[in-house]
Each structure stands twice: as C-alpha cells, then as structure tokens.
C-alpha cells in the first residue's frame, strides 16, 4: 500500500514527551500516512502537563484523561497499551506511532507488527534499545523539536558532523558500506533508495538528521567515502552510490 494512503493511530505518552515536538511529529508522521487517530494520554490534573492544552487544541489531538491510582505506577502505559489493541483488534489501520521513550511500549510494538502492521516509534535518545528495535522505523524526537522550542533543546539537537567525525563513526562507516554492498549490482553501484530500505530494517532508529544531514544523500556526500552517480531512468532522476575501495 502507498504510503500516503496508510492508515495510521498515532498515540502519544504525554507524562513521557514534550508540547515542543509536536508539530514535527505531525509532519514526520505525513511522510508515512495519514493520521486517522490522534490520542495523547496524561494525567491532566498534574501541573506539568499545562503546556500541552494549545497544542492538543491547535491540532486536534484528543486528550486521554488517565489518573495516577497509587504512587510509583504509570496507569497511562496501560491506558495507551489497552487503547492500541482495541485499534488493533477494528483491523482498520495500516500502522501505529507510538510517542514515548518508555521501555514498557516494547511488547506492544512486537504484538502490532506481529499482525502485520508498521509501527513507527518516536522518542528521546535516551530510550532504551528493546523498544527502538521492536519497531520498524524510530525516530528521535530531538530531530523533531519546533522552531520556538527552548535554548536548552535547541542546544540538544543534533550539529551537523564533518567528514572526520562521520568517518571516525566505525558502527555508521559498517552500516552504510554493508548496505551498499548488499544492495549492489556486479558493477558495485547501488540504488541509494534500496541502501536506505536496507539500513532501516538492520537499524531501526536509523537517521540521516541525527548526524545533522536532512537526508541520506547528503550524508553520503558528507562522509567522502563513497562514489556517487545520478541517472535519468524514465522520468525521473535516481540517485546511485558504490563503496569508493571498490572502484575499478
């Protein structure tokens, strides 16, 4: 199914995520459908949860009122987990996005994609590996922060890195070169939009802008490892890239 036709549920831990990324969620989530459900859940009643009233307003994000019943247990994990399998179960949505840096969203995320469907994570760097890995894409929300968000996050989001950092980067330079060679033809050129396709299914919170590059060729570039070649193929225009070792 295309992806601008997916149908996606997109749930939001609000005791575990910031006002700030929201607006760059939504248009992250449009990448890979449209939004048939939003629902952020929380405690309302607590004060640090304020900040969310204009933007629950502004993009019509339903909120989920969700009671603390004793002291040291989060109720909105289980709220959100018993809601997105309900959705689940109606059969009417084509993938998940689940927004938290919470382990405990671990189990959900394997059960969805175990019916077949996407599951798109969102969280902080900080999340725990189980969950970045249970899904099939993760995005860091750092990436995501709004134009007006804080010094502090601003501070947090990622720069961009030079060609002596990518390069000195063994675990990037190892991905990006065993997706080449995996995706490549007997001349060693790859197409780079199946590069990307591999890269993501071996490394789920897989990001060009995490190093500061809006996309993958232009990390490409910036790492000065790798050959690169356009080609006009029908109408369009395709990008191609081979390990530079191996060019003959």
């Avoid at 109720?75 to 309900?86: E, F, G, N, V």
């Amino acid at each position: 199914m295309p992806q601008d036709t997916a149908k996606l549920a997109v749930l939001i831990d609000a005791d575990n995520a910031r006002p700030a990324i929201i607006e760059g969620l939504l248009a992250e989530v449009a990448k890979y459908g449209t939004a048939h459900v939003k629902r952020s859940y929380g405690d309302w009643t607590k004060p640090d949860l304020n900040g969310w009233k204009e933007v629950l307003l502004r993009y019509s994000i339903q909120p989920i009122q969700q009671f603390r019943y004793t002291v040291g247990k989060n109720a909105t994990d289980s709220a959100m987990i018993i809601d997105a399998l309900d959705l689940l179960y109606t059969g009417r949505f084509d993938g998940f996005c689940i927004v938290s840096s919470d382990s405990d969203f671990t189990r959900l995320a394997s059960r969805i994609r175990e019916s077949g469907l996407m599951v798109y994570g969102f969280g902080e760097r900080k999340t725990p590996e189980p969950f970045r890995t249970a899904c099939d894409k993760f995005i860091y929300t750092e990436v995501l922060a709004a134009t007006d968000a804080t010094a502090a996050e601003a501070e947090a989001a990622p720069k961009k890195r030079t060609a002596k950092e990518l390069r000195g980067d063994s675990r990037l330079t190892n991905l990006l070169r065993g997706a080449i060679e995996a995706a490549s033809d007997d001349t060693g050129w790859a197409s780079l939009g199946v590069v990307g396709s591999i890269i993501n299914k071996q490394s789920p919170d897989f990001d060009s802008r995490n190093y500061g590059y809006s996309k993958l060729s232009g990390l490409i570039d910036g790492i000065g490892l790798f050959d690169t070649e356009e080609r006009h193929i029908g109408n369009g225009k395709h990008l191609y890239v081979r390990n530079r070792s191996g060019k003959k």
